[in-house]
């Protein structure tokens, strides 16, 4: 009888110890300890926008935890300067030079599915996110991931002929150190997809402001800041008949009279933007490859477009 007690008294003495390891990060935290609460996933792997907590661990990381294995720039990339959220572990998939840490981040009602790539050592390589539940669009989104891993993040919905519209795009990790896109699938004609500029009711009255375009499909928006130094942007390309895309959205400071920089905390994505009369040139310095198809640069001119002439009614 008292062998028994015995036994039972050391289980529930290393079960105290498991209990102790604290994740918020109040405390240092061991490798072994933090890496060690991502169990391995099953592949493949699916999930849609509609169950994306499904999978998730109930244990919760602190984000100063977090943050003890991963560089706040690289977290900023997926949260921005928002702190206030819960991170729970999701699992890792190993490879022979690599690991991928899956998470699931809650901001308020917004869940988003995030991976973070690390070497064997566990320094940190890359991040992207994969899938959150908050797109506000009338597509149901989803997320594949299978042994290579290549990560598939698809969209679809129900067209007007009853025909299901879909878009699929396969995202891998590559040995330069990005993500770059190798499966780009799509039933939707490209020419009549509209492309929503986010910026177009703005303000344009200061010098800089209005709207530099090609076409339809590849033009750069720029609207009034909060001063005269400060402008708000948006861009969008599609070249190679819509198999290379680019979008960003942001602010750019004016460095010089004619010039000014996109270099926002946190993202590697750095934009020079060259005025010169009516015409906007765009260079890409630092790292867009999370705004961008691996194959395709910001690096372009633009041509700004003539407001039309408001129309003066006459006094009779």
């Known amino acids: 009888m008292n062998k028994w007690i015995g036994a039972f008294l050391i289980v529930l003495i290393f079960s105290c110890k498991e209990k102790q390891i604290d994740f918020s990060g109040d405390v240092p935290l061991k490798q072994k300890d933090f890496f060690g609460i991502f169990k391995p996933m099953n592949l493949p792997y699916s999930i849609s926008d509609t169950n994306i907590d499904k999978n998730a661990d109930t244990l919760s990381i602190g984000v100063k935890a977090f943050l003890q294995f991963f560089p706040d720039s690289a977290f900023a990339l997926v949260?921005?300067?928002n702190r206030k959220l819960i991170i729970h572990p999701i699992g890792k998939i190993e490879k022979e030079k690599e690991a991928y840490y899956l998470v699931l981040i809650t901001q308020q009602k917004v869940k988003k599915i995030v991976v973070f790539v690390t070497d064997k050592k566990n320094k940190f390589l890359g991040v992207k996110e994969l899938l959150q539940n908050n797109y506000?669009?009338?597509?149901?989104?989803s997320l594949s991931i299978n042994k290579e891993p290549t990560f598939l993040i698809s969209k679809e919905k129900m067209g007007k002929d009853n025909q299901i519209q879909f878009s699929r795009a396969g995202w891998v990790y590559n040995d330069v150190g990005i993500f770059m896109v190798v499966i780009n699938d799509s039933n939707e004609d490209p020419k009549k997809s509209e492309v929503i500029n986010p910026l177009d009711t703005l303000p344009k009255k200061n010098k800089f402001s209005g709207d530099y375009v090609k076409d339809k499909k590849n033009y750069v928006s720029i609207?009034?800041?909060?001063d005269l130094n400060n402008y708000s942007f948006f861009i969008h390309f599609e070249r190679n008949e819509g198999a290379c895309i680019g979008e960003l959205k942001g602010?750019?400071?004016?460095?010089k009279p004619n010039s000014g920089v996109f270099n926002e905390n946190g993202d590697p994505c750095i934009i020079d933007f060259i005025f010169e009369g009516n015409e906007i040139t765009l260079k890409e310095q630092g790292s867009c490859g999370n705004h961008r198809g691996i194959k395709c640069f910001f690096n372009d001119s633009f041509i700004k477009k003539k407001?039309?002439?408001q129309k003066v009614s006459k006094k009779r």
């Not at 609207?223 to 909060?226: A, C, F, H, T």
């Not at 602010?251 to 460095?255: E, G, I, R, S």
């Open 136 to 141: 506000n669009d009338e597509y149901a989104h």
């Open 307 to 309: 407001e039309p002439k």
């Open 251 to 255: 602010n750019l400071q004016m460095k």
């Open 79 to 81: 949260s921005g300067k």
């Open 223 to 226: 609207r009034d800041g909060k």
